[in-house]
């Protein structure tokens, strides 16, 4: 027999929101969790986005909350959630308001990068639950505004990746301040020692529950891998992004990760040039423009959003067709995290690695460490030629001196120059418009086509079709690698 939200023992203002939510079916975690949670336990969870624990945490906080009825504290909060990242907590507030839609609580969230002195007047009443990034927190505490003595729930979530970001200091001054006797719940993706001592220190006696390991969230993505040089890859990923060069899947919202800030703007600010927008999310970013750029890839207005490993965690976008890794995370787990924005909900994903000669060892550690297994794509046909016509530094240009010509602008000058890499379909169809499966090629969509020219022109329809069929061999070029 399936399981229901019923059955779990949630009540009726919460069922009736995951009603409109459109939730059927509790995901593991949240089978797991949520009976022990409603009991009023500990837990210590290993699980990562993607995987329902949000819902799996905040269904049973919210049912707990309203049961105790207790008032809502001046200047503090009756449940507690922090996150290690703005865009986290501001997912995990927006879920607490949709769950919590029925019942009543108030829900507020605080993060770094925004206005302190509206913070602080938007908790002087106090609030059912706050989601908080701990550096603001403990400004609000600095300065008197917020007090934590109010505290009945705790729950830090993505804890791995806070203790990564260095916020266990900020932990430490924090825990203190809560009431001894509260529920703490913890969520990882991942399980070292720091984390075992963590839950060691401030959980009670916790039920386990485990999803999703590592090799797991691999298994339902797709992943591919062109061994590529590293001053090739933006010609590459712009080939890819104009249906130049085919890969597997259809496009809908394309997630490009980079290891740093500065080489996130660099592909954004060279897609730009050759007419693919793109958006930027990183730490440099203030947080306005990480929500607009969060805004437009949901959206699908601008479906291509290239972004670092701290800066994504917690992205929650359904429908993120493809991952593509233009630099290869130097942490193996990093590499887990990215492809599983990718996936999300059980849905299947397609992520694209592109390993350069050296991100060999990344390539070889993230091997040994998740289980994963890539097929190798081919580079396109003579894609060196095609190489030295795309997109030269200025610093090149001034090198190679005057002849070399000008960066292509519009699609037929880039057309002309690409010679052999040309679609076919697309040579016949011209740019923006839609091209036919390549003969033979075998796609996860079924060959339903998709968007030609950059990944904004035409929106897919629904992108959930993909089938399930894994890595059959079947495909050109598909050898392992
Ligand atoms: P999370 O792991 O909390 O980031 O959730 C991942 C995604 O799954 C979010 O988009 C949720 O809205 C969605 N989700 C969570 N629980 C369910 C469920 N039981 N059925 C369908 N979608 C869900």
């Not at 507030?93 to 839609?101: I, L, M």
């Not at 930027?280 to 423009?289: E, F, L, T, V």
């Not at 630099?327 to 942490?331: A, G, I, R, W």
């Given at each position: 027999?399936?399981?229901?939200?019923?059955?779990?023992?949630?009540?009726?203002?919460?069922?009736?929101?995951?009603?409109?939510?459109?939730?059927?079916?509790?995901?593991?975690?949240?089978?797991?969790?949520?009976?022990t949670?409603?009991?009023g336990?500990?837990?210590l969870g290993i699980?990562?986005?993607?995987?329902?624990?949000t819902a799996a945490?905040?269904?049973?906080?919210?049912?707990?909350?309203?049961?105790?009825?207790?008032?809502?504290p001046f200047k503090?909060c009756?449940?507690?959630v922090?996150?290690?990242?703005?865009?986290l907590?501001?997912q995990i507030?927006?879920?607490?308001?949709?769950?919590?839609?029925m019942?009543?609580?108030?829900?507020?969230?605080?993060?770094g990068g925004?206005?302190?002195?509206?913070d602080?007047n938007?908790l002087?009443r106090?609030t059912?639950?706050?989601?908080?990034?701990p550096?603001?927190l403990?400004?609000l505490?600095d300065q008197?505004?917020?007090?934590?003595?109010?505290?009945?729930?705790l729950v830090?979530?993505?804890?791995?990746?806070?203790?990564d970001?260095?916020?266990?200091h900020a932990?430490?001054?924090?825990?203190?301040?809560?009431?001894?006797?509260?529920?703490?719940?913890?969520?990882?993706?991942?399980?070292?020692?720091?984390?075992?001592e963590?839950?060691?220190?401030y959980?009670t006696?916790?039920?386990?529950v485990?999803?999703?390991?590592?090799?797991?969230t691999a298994?339902?993505?797709?992943q591919?891998?062109?061994?590529?040089?590293?001053?090739?890859k933006?010609a590459?990923l712009?080939?890819i992004?104009k249906?130049?060069?085919?890969?597997?899947?259809?496009?809908e919202?394309i997630?490009?990760f980079?290891?740093?800030?500065?080489?996130?703007?660099r592909?954004?600010?060279?897609?730009?040039?050759?007419g693919?927008?793109?958006n930027?999310?990183?730490?440099?970013?203030?947080?306005?423009?990480r929500?607009?750029?969060?805004?437009?890839f949901?959206?699908?207005?601008?479906p291509?959003?290239?972004?670092?490993?701290v800066?994504?965690r917690?992205?929650?976008?359904?429908g993120?067709?493809?991952?593509?890794?233009y630099?290869?995370?130097?942490?193996p787990?990093?590499y887990v995290?990215?492809?599983?924005?990718?996936a999300?909900?059980g849905?299947?994903?397609?992520?694209?690695?592109f390993c350069?000669?050296d991100?060999?060892a990344y390539?070889?550690?993230i091997?040994?460490?998740?289980?994963?297994?890539?097929?190798?794509?081919p580079?396109p046909?003579n894609?060196r030629?095609?190489?030295?016509?795309?997109?030269?530094?200025?610093?090149e240009?001034?090198?190679?001196g005057p002849?070399?010509?000008?960066?292509?602008?519009?699609?037929?000058?880039r057309?002309?120059?690409r010679?052999?890499?040309?679609?076919?379909?697309?040579?016949?169809g011209?740019?923006?418009?839609?091209?036919?499966?390549?003969?033979g090629?075998?796609?996860r969509?079924?060959?339903?086509?998709?968007?030609?020219?950059?990944?904004?022109?035409?929106?897919?329809a629904g992108?959930?079709?993909?089938?399930?069929?894994?890595r059959?061999?079947?495909?050109p070029?598909?050898?392992?690698?």
């Open positions: 027999m399936t399981t229901t939200f019923e059955h779990l023992g949630l009540s009726q203002p919460v069922l009736a929101a995951l009603d409109m939510k459109g939730y059927n079916t509790p995901t593991p975690i949240q089978q797991q969790a949520i009976p949670l409603l009991e336990r500990d837990l699980a990562q986005t993607g995987t329902g624990k945490f905040m269904l049973p906080s919210i049912d707990r909350l309203r049961e105790a009825d207790n008032q809502t503090s009756r449940m507690l922090l996150a290690p990242t703005r865009e907590a501001g507030a927006q879920s607490a308001k949709d769950y919590g839609a019942a009543g609580l108030k829900v507020q969230s605080i993060v925004t206005s302190v002195g509206k602080r938007k002087h106090g059912d639950i706050l989601v908080a990034t550096g603001r403990l400004d505490i008197k505004a917020f007090k934590l003595n109010g505290v009945e729930i830090l979530d993505e804890a791995d990746q806070m203790l970001l260095g916020f266990i932990l430490r001054q924090i825990v203190p301040l809560l009431p001894a006797e509260r529920q703490t719940l913890l969520f990882s993706a991942t399980m070292p020692s720091s984390i075992k963590l839950s060691k220190n959980l006696n916790p039920a386990h485990s999803v999703t390991p590592a090799a797991t298994e339902r993505v797709d591919y891998l062109f061994m590529v040089q590293q001053d090739e933006q590459l712009e080939l992004l249906g130049r060069h085919e890969v597997p899947g259809k496009f919202r997630l490009i980079t290891r740093t800030k500065h080489g996130a703007d592909v954004v600010k060279k897609l730009a040039q050759v693919v927008a793109a930027a999310i990183h730490g440099n970013k203030s947080q306005p423009q929500q607009r750029a969060l805004d437009e949901k959206r699908a207005k601008v291509v959003l290239v972004a670092t490993d800066a994504a917690g992205i929650d976008i359904p993120v067709s493809h991952v593509i890794n630099e290869l995370p130097n942490v787990e990093q995290h990215r492809i599983g924005r990718t999300r909900a849905a299947d994903g397609i992520a694209i690695a350069a000669e991100e060999r390539l070889k550690d091997r040994k460490n998740t289980d994963a297994e890539f097929e190798r794509l580079l046909d894609f030629a095609v190489v030295e016509g795309v997109g030269p530094t200025k610093r240009q001034k090198q190679r002849k070399v010509r000008a960066k292509p602008r519009g699609d037929s000058a057309r002309d120059s010679g052999p890499v040309e679609n076919p379909a697309k040579k016949a011209g740019p923006g418009k839609k091209h036919p499966n390549r003969a090629k075998p796609r969509d079924g060959g339903a086509g998709r968007p030609g020219g950059h990944p904004g022109g035409q929106r897919s992108g959930g079709g993909s089938s399930r069929r894994r059959s061999g079947g495909r070029g598909g050898s392992r690698a």
